[in-house]
């Protein structure tokens, strides 16, 4: 997203005009309105940074084309300054800890004797000498499980989960039905089938030498096309 576009956004999420717009900067109404309007109109950089801290955003969100709307909140940790790997390695680690928590109750849920358990639990609501201590452990069981199938690791699942709040995501003007991995991998399959595509790669590893993986993508595309009689 361009800096323009989103200057623009943000003064009217602030709900300011040009005018007032200027006067939070400290510069002429002609001025932030080629920055608002012109994507050719950048500022120097104590100007940029004076309009990053009147519209209350980080310099750099600003700054970035390659950072999208929403600008991140200015008490939110700064993940946008992570890495993808990271950020991805994070997430990970997060859903590999929540498995194992899991598979530690599946332990336990499968070395639980699940009929003398409820027979216990029908005594404890009837009021029969059962006492709470006695079956708190198997209700521990019961309840963190049916959590779990119900949350179902929807939570570290990130194609389930940007698919569920796809208004909020980036690209959320296109159907959502547009992200689904098997519709991408398809369309991708179809451009690597094309054979001009493959003389492009081999042309560009030739010249360049800096197309990783591109001898074995040629290789897959041939194989491909010839399997398909192309």
């Not at 332990?107 to 409820?118: L, N, S, T, V």
């Not at 003007?173 to 595509?197: T, Y």
């Amino acid at each position: 997203m361009k800096f323009h576009e989103k200057l623009r956004r943000r003064v009217a999420e602030l709900g300011l005009n040009k005018s007032k717009a200027a006067r939070a900067v400290g510069l002429h109404e002609s001025v932030i309105s080629n920055y608002l309007f012109r994507e050719d109109s950048l500022p120097r950089v104590d100007i940029a940074l004076k309009i990053a801290r009147a519209c209350k955003v980080p310099l750099e969100w600003l700054a970035d084309d390659n950072m999208d709307w929403p600008p991140p909140a200015e008490n939110a940790p700064a993940l946008y300054k992570i890495g993808d790997r990271d950020l991805v390695f994070e997430l990970a680690a997060r859903w590999r800890r929540k498995q194992d928590e899991l598979l530690l109750l599946l332990d336990q849920a499968e070395k639980m004797d699940w009929g003398k358990f409820a027979a216990s639990l029908r005594s404890y609501y009837e009021k029969k000498g059962v006492g709470q201590d006695e079956i708190i452990d198997g209700r521990t069981i019961v309840f963190k499980l049916i959590t779990a199938r119900a949350d179902g690791g929807e939570g570290y699942d990130i194609s389930r989960f940007s698919d569920r709040h796809h208004d909020a995501m980036p690209g959320s003007e296109r159907d959502r039905s547009e992200f689904d991995a098997a519709k991408i991998n398809d369309r991708i399959s179809k451009i690597l089938a094309n054979k001009s595509f493959a003389e492009a790669v081999h042309i560009e590893n030739a010249r360049v030498g800096y197309v990783e993986g591109a001898d074995e993508l040629i290789e897959l595309i041939n194989r491909k096309n010839e399997e398909s009689g192309m």
